[in-house]
């Protein structure tokens, strides 16, 4: 089904071609446009009879699926061209209606709907084209990814010969022998050879240099590079481990040139036959390996206990800096007898020998890291989290590869050895990664300590966070091919990625998400700017008060957002047009959900345009009193005179009953009530009370406060003080003034401020000495007097 499909869409492809001809479109079609269809369609044809015999090697149909990407790749730019000028055209198109069908009344109609339509075919017609010449080549490339993950696949559960059988350890090791002898007997062929000494000679001068330069870099690199930290560190950052982590650095670096310039140098000479030639050129890989390696456990493992990453007792840290190395020296060894089984045709039984040993030594330095890794001590008081969180995350990756260092040589014994190489190598490679991320953070978080003067504290700052967070994102594609990943599966998660994906009629891409993203992130800017504009430097001249300037202000920042989405969206490309009725069915349901969040919504803006409530006032709604700091969209924040913080929906403003003591001005009453004894004279107490509040700064003399006699209460006469303040928010302190005031004068004049008074008188007591009895102990008898009880007959009398 699938064959006939790709033939279906070819055919398609050129029953377009023929029709965009037959239109007079083939201007359309240039001819290197038409030869590049034709060189795509013996590309495909080539592509379909590989995937069909299913012979290719895997190096022949990664080849093929290059030239197959290249030219998806083009297809999919061509796809979106003219996408706007072809909605323009059918827009006109459909400004005319549909054609009558006796034709067009009007020959001037008739002419510009023929030229439109042909206009709209001649750009249709490239664009079909493209489209299916994109969906050809994007089924092909699956096919041959999948003929290749299937091959990868069954290689790795294959199983092979068993490497400890003794039958297969002789012609192993004649194997071994062989190859060595053929090596050096090529190499010496080679260094006797009449060319290769003219050669050296005609190339004597830059050999000598380099071979100099090597021995130089490689004696004296050290030494330099300590040279160059001193003299850096005269700039300031001393003690800061930046100029520490760059001198590491130098010392890899130069030795690693120096191994460079003697391969250059061996080179030149040309006294290498093909297997030497073959070899030198992965010695500088190799060079770099050892090199890194070397760098990392002295940067996890570090001369000082303060400056390590890893927590290693003091016991241990030479055994792991070496068990580190060691763990180089197998990944060089693995690709060294990669590149020997490259160019010495094997048997598979030699190959499963041959590399069993390799697999074994790797699993044991893995467990005597394991091992190292139980000991290791303590996370001092002063770690940071940062230090905490790695160290936790470097026991676990030491339970894995444990584990995977036990299962390894199991797979091997038992003859998958692809398999264990599949698990033993990338863990070695996801240690050494995973430490130079854990490196790399640490020399952030020094560098920022220095820039910011804080010091170690920085280490653990938000900023170092951050960068460790990117160093892991930017690690997942090397992780992805040390598992086993291709290159061209991560590119063809990329390609996925750029061409985003499909909502009805629009298309998502980063590109538009991107633009999107920019064009928001101006306007939210520009709006923001436009609201401190107002609230600092406008609306603080006009006579408006602080509620209407907080929702002048408010009301500015949602439409300014709103704004900015609307043409966010516009410049972006986006036609959400396709997902109105999708937004209408879910807006029903997203309706009963969020019925209350609406509603408090709607009860926000209500807020900003009737203003019954505005920031700075004094309210009262729901038993909360205080004033009103903040009107948002959703809520409404009060701050009550105890100073906490009450977060009120807005819908109880709107719905419930609130009491606005200062709605438009900041007059308000203050009441306060005294008592007096009985027999005192009242018209005394009234034109004092009236004296005092005339008196007071606050009162207002027009209306005039007044005092009234309340009554006969049950200890006092009681009075009342009611007087309008200009301003309610000192009712208070006016209060509390005027009550010291009182208190004062009342003392002067000699009125008394009764206070009540209780006489409590017991019925029948003699009910209550048979319970009380028991209780008394011989040593201390209890002898209670209840009949001789204190009271006062000056006050009331209460019978219990």
């Known amino acids: 089904m699938t064959r006939i499909s790709d033939w279906a869409r070819h055919w398609l492809a050129v029953c377009l071609l023929i029709l965009a001809t037959a239109s007079g479109v083939s201007a359309q079609f240039t001819e290197e446009n038409r030869a590049y269809l034709e060189a795509w369609q013996r590309t495909a044809e080539r592509a379909e009879r590989a995937i069909d015999a299913d012979r290719a090697s895997e190096n022949a149909l990664e080849t093929l699926r290059r030239e197959l990407a290249s030219y998806r790749e083009r297809f999919q730019t061509a796809r979106g061209r003219n996408a706007e000028r072809i909605k323009t055209l059918q827009a006109q198109l459909d400004a005319l209606g549909p054609e009558p069908e006796g034709g067009d009344a009007s020959p001037d109609i008739a002419n510009l709907r023929d030229t439109l339509s042909q206009r709209l075919l001649s750009l249709q017609v490239p664009q079909i084209v493209s489209e299916e010449a994109y969906s050809h080549a994007n089924g092909l490339i699956a096919e041959i990814d999948k ?85 850096l560190r005269s700039y300031g950052g001393r003690g800061t481990g930046v100029w520490s982590f760059v001198v590491s650095l130098i010392q890899m670096l130069l030795p690693f040139l120096g191994v460079f310039a003697l391969v250059q140098a061996v080179s030149l000479a040309g006294v290498l036959g093909v297997r030497g030639t073959l070899i030198l050129q992965a010695v500088p890989q190799w060079a770099l390996i050892l090199l890194a390696y070397n760098w990392l456990s002295e940067r996890l493992v570090g001369n000082a206990l303060e400056n390590d990453l890893i927590p290693v007792r003091e016991g241990y840290r030479a055994q792991t800096r070496i068990l580190i190395g060691a763990l180089a020296v197998m990944l060089v060894l693995r690709d060294a007898v990669g590149y020997f089984l490259h160019f010495e045709n094997l048997t598979a039984a030699s190959q ?84 130079g991320l854990l490196v790399l953070q640490r020399f952030a978080g020094d560098l920022y300590g220095w820039i910011s003067k804080r010091g170690e504290a920085a280490r653990d700052s938000l900023l170092t966070v951050l960068v460790g967070f990117g160093l892991a994102l930017m690690a997942l594609p090397l992780l992805a091919l040390i598992w086993g990943a291709r290159v061209a599966d991560l590119t063809e998660i990329w390609a996925k990625f750029l061409a985003g994906f499909q909502i009805g009629e629009t298309r998502i891409s980063p590109t538009n998400f991107l633009l999107f993203a920019m064009v928001f992130a101006a306007g939210y800017m520009l709006t923001r700017l436009v609201q401190s504009s107002l609230r600092n430097s406008l609306l603080p001249k006009t006579r408006l008060d602080p509620g209407g300037q907080n929702a002048i202000v408010s009301g500015t920042g949602y439409v300014g957002i709103f704004l900015a989405a609307v043409v966010a969206i516009t410049m972006a490309g986006l036609d959400l047009s396709s997902l109105a009725i999708v937004a209408g069915a879910l807006s029903v349901g997203i309706g009963f959900g969020l019925q209350t969040i609406v509603s408090n919504f709607v009860s926000g803006i209500i807020l900003l345009i009737e203003r019954p409530v505005s920031k700075g006032d004094w309210i009262e709604v729901n038993g909360v009193m205080g004033y009103v700091r903040d009107i948002s969209v959703r809520s409404t924040r009060i701050e009550t005179f105890d100073r906490t913080d009450v977060i009120l929906p807005n819908s109880d403003l709107i719905s419930g009953s609130v009491t606005n003591y200062t709605r438009g001005n900041t007059v308000g009453r203050v009441i306060v009530p005294v008592g007096v004894a009985y027999g005192t004279d009242t018209r005394m107490v009234e034109g004092i009370l009236r004296e005092i509040a005339e008196a007071h700064p606050m009162v207002l003399a027009n209306p005039a406060p007044s005092v009234v006699f309340q009554g006969f209460g049950a200890d006092s006469l009681d009075f009342e003080i009611r007087a309008i303040l ?16 009182i208190n004062r004068r009342f003392a002067e004049e000699g009125i008394e401020i009764p206070f009540a008074q209780r006489d409590l008188w017991l019925r029948n007591p003699e009910a209550l000495k048979p319970a009380m009895v028991p209780a008394a102990t011989p040593s201390d008898p209890i002898e209670p007097d209840l009949g001789d009880m204190p009271g006062d007959t000056a006050g009331d009398t209460d019978n219990v």
């Open 147 to 231: 003929i290749i993950r299937t091959r990868r696949g069954d290689a790795l559960i294959a199983r092979g010969p068993i490497p400890i059988n003794p039958e297969y350890w002789g012609p192993a090791l004649r194997s071994v022998r062989n190859a060595t002898t053929a090596l050096w007997n090529e190499t010496a062929n080679q260094i006797t050879a009449d060319t290769t000494r003219e050669r050296i000679l005609s190339h004597l001068p830059p050999i000598l240099g380099l071979l100099a330069l090597s021995l130089v870099l490689l004696s004296r690199g050290r030494a330099w590079a300590h040279r160059i930290g001193e003299h």
């Open 726 to 741: 200009r301003d309610v928010n000192w009712v208070l302190s006016v209060k509390s003034d005027m009550n010291y005031e």
């Open 352 to 435: 499963a020998v041959i590399g069993f040993p390799l697999i074994v030594a790797s699993a044991l330095i893995l467990m005597g890291l394991h091992r190292i890794g139980l000991q290791q001590r303590p996370i001092g008081e002063g770690e940071t989290s940062i230090a905490a969180n790695a160290n936790r995350l470097i026991r676990l990756l030491r339970r894995l590869s444990y584990l995977l260092a036990y299962l390894a040589p199991m797979l091997a014994v038992l003859g998958y050895l692809n398999a264990a190489e599949a698990l033993i190598y990338p863990v070695i490679l996801t240690l050494g990664l995973l430490a």
